[in-house]
């Protein structure tokens, strides 16, 4: 299905819609009070695309180097080309340690690769900690954003799936109660654990640390009670030196929840004594889009979601209705790189206005993106029918100033005189609800040339 069938869907509870707008609305300006506060804010988003652009053109010596000094560090390293074989690597080591029950914290990463059903398909016991994570898998849903994965659900949603699973009492949705529920519930699953899964933040490569940031200490209490953590990460992690961690931790709490920094950034760097760290390095479509120069600095991208927050169609249609693991003005260019049929409506999820591309604390040109996507689509996919012949007929109109005159006339004459159950009728999707208003007497072009006579 595609975006605006999805978004169609989204749309139909007029209330939740607007709640979820203001919702994200209020994290953007959250955002905006936060960037304020920092003095040369522009200075350090500049800098940090610096950094990501270098790390992108030398990303293979990048890799080498960290592999070899995650490998002194006594991490072991594993390379995985696609998600199938990320997802084979995380089950050998889960299998070598006998481990049956896993704890996972956020990582979209493993959400890509579908790393929850494969393993549950091997009977393993995946619990996500991350508490939004934790209500959209009781919900057997998907994050519907990268940070704030269940704002699509309301507090009163979330009761009824806990009394249903967790056992709790009716709390008319009291989110003291609901989190005191689900951190007992999670304390259980984090005793129990034979193996820890999280994803990666930032990978250094000079001295083989990586970072993993949470705002619930979930990614820390799973690492530091099990015997095994598994880390995984997609190449583009990779950031040269320690000292580039200051540029950016100090954008990404910023940008994604309006935080002076997350609450945990806890930095890896060997296996304490009797424990072990495996490193799953993962390429999965990557490299191919590196090699794309017209899109290539989506790879940047530090997974903050002020994108999503910004954005009227995202805050409007919700991240389901994009249909994909990451959704939004960055996902809609990242996704068309996977599967380009499959995806080809998502970079027409945008009014193009640019706000992503303000926000991002790494610069990347996300609007420019969409718009070339847009212009491959078009080109490659198929399009409707009804789309392909409206086009062409604007394209005649727009191209001929005498027809676009008359034609100017006619629409400027009917909206006039038409009645209006008629202009609004079924095919026009735009009157459904909206009222165009009443057609002006002369063109604007018509007011001009007058207007220049009289002076
Ligand atoms: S594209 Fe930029 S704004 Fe969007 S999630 Fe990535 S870093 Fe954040």
Redesign the pocket.
């Known amino acids: 299905m595609n975006h605006s069938i999805l978004a169609t869907n989204f749309n139909r509870d007029e209330q939740k819609v607007n709640w979820h707008d203001k919702a994200l609305w209020f994290v953007r300006h959250k955002r905006d009070t936060a960037v304020h506060e920092v003095k040369g804010w522009e200075e350090l988003r500049s800098l940090a695309s610096q950094i990501k652009a270098n790390v992108l053109s030398n990303l293979d010596d990048y890799l080498m180097q960290f592999e070899a000094r995650a490998l002194s560090n006594g991490v072991q390293v594993h390379w995985a080309v696609d998600a199938e074989e990320h997802n084979k690597i995380v089950l050998n080591i889960l299998k070598e340690n006998k481990a049956e029950k896993v704890v996972k914290s956020k990582s979209m990463l493993t959400e890509e690769c579908r790393l929850n059903p494969y393993l549950a398909a091997k009977g393993i016991e995946v619990v996500d900690t991350d508490l939004g994570e934790r209500i959209v898998q009781l919900a057997k849903e998907s994050p519907s954003h ?1 940070v704030l994965p269940a704002i699509h659900k309301k507090k009163e949603e979330v009761d009824v799936l806990f009394q249903e699973h967790l056992g709790t009492k009716p709390c008319n949705g009291d989110p003291q109660y609901l989190t005191e529920e689900a951190r007992k519930h999670l304390r259980r699953k984090f005793l129990q654990a034979d193996a820890a899964i999280t994803g990666v933040n930032f990978a250094v490569a000079e001295t083989g640390d990586f970072v993993v940031c949470t705002n619930e200490g979930n990614a820390d209490m799973g690492a530091h009670l099990a015997p095994v953590h598994i880390a995984c990460m997609g190449i583009e992690k990779i950031i040269p030196k320690q000292e580039h961690l200051g540029v950016f931790l100090r954008l990404l709490a910023r ?1 994604a929840t309006g935080q002076p920094i997350t609450t945990y950034s806890s930095h890896f760097r060997k296996p304490r004594k009797g424990t072990k760290i495996h490193l799953v390095i993962v390429d999965n479509e990557r490299s191919k889009q590196l090699g794309r120069p017209d899109f290539r600095a989506s790879l940047h ?7 999503m927050n910004t954005c009227p169609v995202y805050r409007r249609s919700g991240g389901h209705s994009y249909n994909a693991t990451i959704p939004g ?2 996902g809609s260019i990242l996704s068309p790189g996977i599967d380009l049929k499959r995806y080809s409506s998502l970079p027409f999820a945008s009014t193009l206005c640019g706000s ?1 591309s303000a ?4 610069k ?1 040109d ?1 609007h420019d993106q969409l718009y070339k996507w847009r212009q491959i689509i078009t080109k490659e996919v198929p399009q409707s029918f009804v789309k392909n012949r409206t086009m062409k007929i604007m394209g005649i109109i727009f191209s001929k100033p005498k027809k676009f005159r008359l034609i100017g006339k006619i629409v400027r004459w009917s909206l006039r005189n038409l009645p209006k159950a008629l202009i609004n009728s079924k095919p026009n999707i735009w009157g459904r609800n909206r009222d165009l208003p009443k057609g002006p007497l002369q063109s604007f072009e018509e007011w001009y040339k007058k207007r220049s006579e009289n002076e």
């Open positions: 990268i940008s991208c530090i997974r903050c979601g002020a994108c003005p960055i992503c926000v991002c604390p790494v990347i996300i």
